[in-house]
């Protein structure tokens, strides 16, 4: 898109599931370089608006409640707060962090689904789909795993293999089976409505093909999908998590998750302008959070409906296709939106030589190192960026990082900075020294300063931040070797004029650096500001060697950086070897009690029961009592899983229960048997119960 046209930018950045933390993969591949790029925009005064939000629908948040045993709306409450103090704490400014789960962004998505469905766009398919028998329900993508067909991988998803990147339909997998009872599903017919991306695929192609510009790894896998052939893809779910289907005959079905969550983009949009208009803001502070808010009285369609906007969506690999092919079609389906003018999707971020897991506790959470590495968010900023996995695949190890902060931050950057300060004041009280004779050798450096800027505008501006950064780093390097070229410290004694200029040039140089780090490093950006006692200054004035003024006074230096000791490091890296030790090796079994004979064990009446309802036991918190079907009668058993299950959750349940334990009172019911369960290492408790159906009263040998 040319410049001179870009009246405004909108830069949206993933929404983030809310079933877990953000780690170092999130930030590498999504939230870092596009914080970098908005800071860089708004530096340049450029009207920007940064959106994100937490993805709060789709079935990875249900599997985590269901894991945790609480409902959905608790699980999307805990880690939306979790995910927002974090990216704030960590200086991603975001105008608005939204939630998808909010009344704005329900009414928004419903509407876009109600056009799309009033102008025809639809197509109602009765498909055959994956359903689990002993659950009763619909199999959504992620509740189905299976062998993918593409790599041999055991544990891919019905919508995506994570070990080689493959987009898949759930019934691409080999042996399904589903992750609610371990069985495999059935095949039952359903009805949903279909987006047509084949009808598409040309306005898709030419649009795709229009922007050869894009990274290899975007532009590619465009064209491998358009090369093999779009096919309609079903924009509901039978779910009973998410947005409403809003058409009549849709009863139990959600909006599909990638229908929802772009749109979730206007909707933070949305939101955030309507309060501008108000000049109110947070009028629900749980909901949201917000950095460098001003009250501009924007509207939102400028930034989603007109042609002198830029739209650049920030994404990792794996959300290509639904960026690229499935939103670029709703959008032209209704009509009257933009379209990304870029997509910098980053490759994956490994962490010691492993693939990232969070199943497997494989990753460094934000949060977690928020509160072990305090103050040093910027480490952690200039870290991912410097390693950044923008062309392939990267590596992040603990060693690195304290290399890199030791050796870089520490050695070049925080010295140079930490020399000319302590000069400054040794040698004229902390005021800027007049810029007295330039010889060739200060030129040169003043000429050189001036290079900086335009360079890396150049790198940001096409995406390339770790060159950027380099480059930014370059420039304390410029100052490092300028210092150990004139050695003020022994011409003080014998020229006080030339180390006047040295330092005043020493200074300028210093102030070009809080410019110019502040989009990647925004902390030390502002340390430097204080130090340097000399204001915010725009982008436009980066590369001047008049910064600072002569006579001004700085303040006293502080240290930029701190260097990180073996044994920061080493206690991270205990904690992989913990998290792979156990992963590969099972909880300690407990001790096997003292042998039975067989009559003992044949004594016991073990049968095959169905939960015919649920309650629990008033003032306690872990009984439950329970009416069973043992196929001989209906009997009361109370059974102490009230903090592992829910009454409603656990009805038409099968168990297996002792039925001829003598009958005990507890807390006043008599109890008349004993339900079976299994409990772990970690004290989780799950019924033993058989694989699939059994009648009512068949015995257990």
């Not at 992040?396 to 020399?419: C, H």
Request: proline letters at 4%; charged letters at 25%.
């Amino acid at each position: 898109m040319d410049n001179s046209k870009i009246k405004r930018y909108t830069v949206t950045a993933a929404l983030p599931y809310t079933n877990g933390p953000v780690h170092i993969g999130h930030l590498a591949g999504v939230y870092i370089p596009a914080d970098i790029y908005a800071r860089y925009l708004r530096s340049n005064k450029r009207d920007v608006k940064f959106v994100c939000g937490s993805d709060e629908n789709g079935v990875p948040i249900t599997l985590k409640a269901k894991r945790e045993g609480i409902t959905p709306q608790e699980v999307v409450d805990k880690y939306h707060k979790i995910i927002g103090d974090s990216f704030k704490e960590f200086g991603v400014s975001f105008d608005i962090y939204h939630r998808t789960s909010s009344s704005t962004h329900h009414q928004t998505a419903a509407d876009f689904f109600e056009t799309l469905y009033d102008k025809g766009v639809f197509t109602e398919e009765i498909t055959e789909q994956y359903y689990d028998e002993q659950a009763k329900q619909f199999l959504a993508d992620r509740y189905i795993t299976g062998t993918c067909p593409n790599c041999g991988n055991e544990n891919a998803y019905g919508d995506q293999c994570e070990n080689c990147g493959s987009t898949l339909n759930a019934t691409d997998l080999i042996n399904p089976k589903s992750t609610l009872s371990g069985n495999k599903p059935i095949l039952k017919e359903t009805k949903n409505w279909f987006l047509p991306l084949d009808k598409y695929e040309g306005q898709l192609r030419e649009y795709i093909e229009s922007h050869k510009e894009w990274r290899p790894n975007v532009y590619g896998q465009c064209q491998s999908w358009l090369n093999a052939g779009l096919h309609p893809r079903a924009m509901t779910r039978d779910l009973d998590w998410g947005i409403r289907v809003p058409v009549r005959g849709a009863d139990g079905k959600v909006l599909y998750v990638w229908f929802d969550a772009p749109i979730g983009y206007i909707s933070a949009t949305k939101e955030l302008c309507n309060y501008a208009k108000l000049d109110v803001w947070n009028p629900k502070a749980e909901e949201y959070y917000i950095n460098n808010y001003e009250s501009d009285k924007c509207g939102w369609e400028e930034y989603w409906k007109d042609e002198s906007t830029k739209l650049v969506h920030f994404i990792g690999k794996d959300n290509i296709v639904f960026h690229c092919i499935i939103f670029p079609a709703m959008l032209m389906a209704h009509g009257g939106y933009i379209l990304a003018d870029n997509v910098p999707a980053n490759e994956f971020l490994n962490l010691e030589g492993q693939k990232i897991s969070t199943s497997k506790n494989w990753a460094v959470w934000l949060n977690e190192y928020l509160r072990e590495f305090e103050g040093k968010q910027d480490v952690l900023r200039y870290v991912l960026t410097a390693t950044a996995p923008e062309t392939k695949d990267n590596d992040f190890t603990w060693k690195d990082f304290q290399a890199r902060n030791n050796n870089e931050l520490v050695a070049v950057l925080g010295n140079f900075v930490n020399r000319v300060v302590v000069l400054t004041h040794k040698y004229f009280n902390g005021v800027v020294p007049t810029l007295m004779e330039l010889k060739t050798e200060d030129q040169a450096v003043v000429d050189e300063l001036a290079s900086f800027p335009a360079k890396i505008s150049a790198s940001i501006e096409n995406y390339r931040f770790r060159e950027a950064l380099s480059e930014v780093m370059n420039v304390a390097r410029l100052g490092n070797k300028y210092l150990a070229e004139t050695e003020p410290w022994k011409l003080i004694k014998t020229d006080e004029d030339r180390v006047r200029t040295i330092l005043n040039i020493s200074l300028q140089i210093c102030a070009n650096l809080q410019i110019l780090v502040e989009p990647f490093m925004p902390f030390t950006a502002d340390k430097l500001m204080k130090i340097l006692n000399n204001g915010k200054q725009a982008w436009a004035e980066a590369g001047s060697s008049h910064l600072i003024k002569r006579g001004h006074s700085i303040n006293e230096g502080e240290l930029l950086f701190e260097k990180i000791e073996d044994a920061e490091i080493d206690f991270q890296i205990e904690k992989l070897n913990q998290s792979k030790a156990s992963n590969a090796t099972p909880a300690a079994a407990i001790p096997a009690k003292e042998n039975i004979n067989f009559d003992d064990f044949s004594a016991m009446d073990i049968r095959v029961a169905t939960i015919v309802s649920a309650e629990k036991v008033e003032k306690t918190k872990k009984l439950l009592k329970l009416t069973v079907d043992t196929g001989i009668d209906q009997r009361t058993v109370v059974s102490g899983i009230a903090e592992h299950y829910k009454p409603e959750d656990i009805i038409g349940k099968q168990v297996s229960i002792i039925v001829n334990l003598a009958p005990r009172e507890i807390k006043g019911i008599l109890s008349q048997g004993m339900i079976l369960m299994a409990e772990n290492s970690e004290g989780k408790l799950t019924f033993v119960a058989p694989t699939e159906q059994f009648e009512a009263g068949s015995v257990i040998r």
